[in-house]
């Protein structure tokens, strides 16, 4: 405690915290977290969108408890503690969901329970909310649900787009009139194993533009 | 008994955790490099998911679900607290990790030394979640199909976690371009091993 730390609230460094998982830091293509649910809700945009949103408040809120409390939190149990907390943070999300949208949380099913096995939630408040303050946390949190967020809506978004020929639900294809050209929807993006090829599809973009990121085994 | 092999069969091949729902993806993808960790790993996640599947079974049959406190006194009959299933659940996964850990460390230092960080996450894989999740979404009629699916479900992934350790391991004298080493290769890699997977939807049983 003691030192009062005079930083403004969107100084350099916390800015960083925003931007960085956003590329060169971001939780699924370079830190490899949370790519349970980044794939299985991305065949619509409107669920993933939904889905970025949950899980950037649960990120924020609970790295931010987290860090208020980091320093009573015994070592051996914290990952029980942590547990709980998300838990209890998800639970909350959930029941509001089924009351305010029911229709996606259907969709979404067992994905919003699993938030709480996100690896970006442990993974965040192991790396970062256990040993920082509690405003840079909250923005950590931030930034790496946007991180998450970005990468859901780029997958579903060329999910729904070649799979269904609709965006957000609008149907461009039918309008742009490639129907009567003999164009036909790619029913293959619609099925799981795509998820996968257009992530790793994203990886090697990403990569390719940002040498630094490439693995050297 | 007929459809506690259905549901053995459903769950390895056809809802398979990986290829299917992308559940366990985090340590799939870490712990995939050799075949001997994967197997260790595929071990530990089978075994804590035959226990944790029917161990919360009977947690939602007996505590969790509407009217299932009624055991206890008629004026539960109305009460439901299926929304503490979360808490409920990861509560007693993260108890038998803890167990499962212990059992591992006495048994096979060697085993326990090289899965490492992994085996306490396996309080936070998908994989053990998930499964209790959909086992209480597809409303299973009793605790042997409750364990059919849990040891199925096991089964699956860690078979997909080992076919993919074993094509990892040959990768290495591949020559893949630069920035699609690692991790993107693996993705595109597991797409399609899905794609392979697919055929079993063909089955009807």
């Known amino acids: 405690m003691g030192k009062v730390e005079k930083v403004s609230l969107l100084s350099a460094k916390n800015k960083k915290l925003l931007k960085n998982p956003l590329g060169i830091e971001n939780p699924v293509t370079v830190q490899v977290l949370g790519i349970c649910s980044a794939l299985a809700v991305t065949v619509k945009m409107k669920p993933a969108i939904v889905m970025a949103i949950s899980v950037t408040v649960v990120v924020a809120l609970s790295n931010m408890i987290i860090s208020l409390i980091r320093k009573s939190i015994p070592g051996r149990i914290r990952i029980i503690v942590q547990l709980v907390v998300i838990a209890t943070l998800v639970i909350i999300v959930d029941q509001f969901l089924k009351a305010f949208a029911f229709d996606v949380s259907k969709q979404l099913s067992v994905f919003v329970g699993l938030i709480i096995t996100n690896c970006i939630l442990m993974g965040r408040l192991e790396a970062f909310a256990m040993s920082s303050d509690p405003w840079p946390s909250f923005l950590d949190g931030i930034g790496n649900g946007a991180g998450y967020g970005l990468i859901l809506i780029i997958v579903s978004f060329f999910r729904e787009f070649l799979g269904s020929g609709t965006v957000l639900g609008y149907p461009v294809m039918e309008k742009l009139g490639v129907y009567n050209f003999g164009y036909e929807d790619n029913g293959m993006m619609i099925l799981p194993p795509m998820a996968l090829i257009i992530l790793g599809l994203i990886i090697w973009f990403q990569r390719a533009r940002n040498k630094s990121l490439i693995e050297t085994s | ?205």
């Open chain 2, 1 to 205: 008994m007929e459809s506690l092999v259905n549901i053995f069969v459903r769950s390895v091949f056809i809802d398979n955790m990986i290829f299917a729902y992308f559940l366990g993806m985090c340590s799939y993808l870490a712990v995939s490099k050799t075949v001997r960790t994967s197997m260790g790993l595929g071990v530990a996640v089978t075994f804590v998911l035959v226990i944790t599947v029917p161990v919360n079974f009977l947690l939602e049959q007996y505590v969790l679900k509407k009217g299932a406190l009624v055991w206890l006194s008629d004026s539960f009959a109305t009460l439901d607290i299926s929304f503490l299933s979360f808490i409920m659940f990861i509560a007693v996964i993260a108890s038998i990790v803890q167990l499962v850990e212990m059992v591992i460390e006495k048994f096979s230092p060697s085993l326990y030394n090289s899965l490492g960080i992994f085996l306490p996450l396996i309080a936070v894989n998908c994989a053990i979640l998930g499964a209790s999740l959909f086992m209480q979404e597809r409303e299973y009629a009793n605790i042997g199909e409750a364990t059919a699916f849990g040891l199925g479900s096991g089964i699956g992934w860690w078979l997909a976690i080992v076919a993919l350790a074993a094509i990892r391991e040959k990768m290495r004298y591949s020559n893949v371009p630069a920035p699609l080493r690692g991790l993107g290769i693996t993705f595109i890699l597991t797409g399609l091993m899905g794609m392979a997977f697919m055929s079993f939807l063909g089955i009807t049983l």
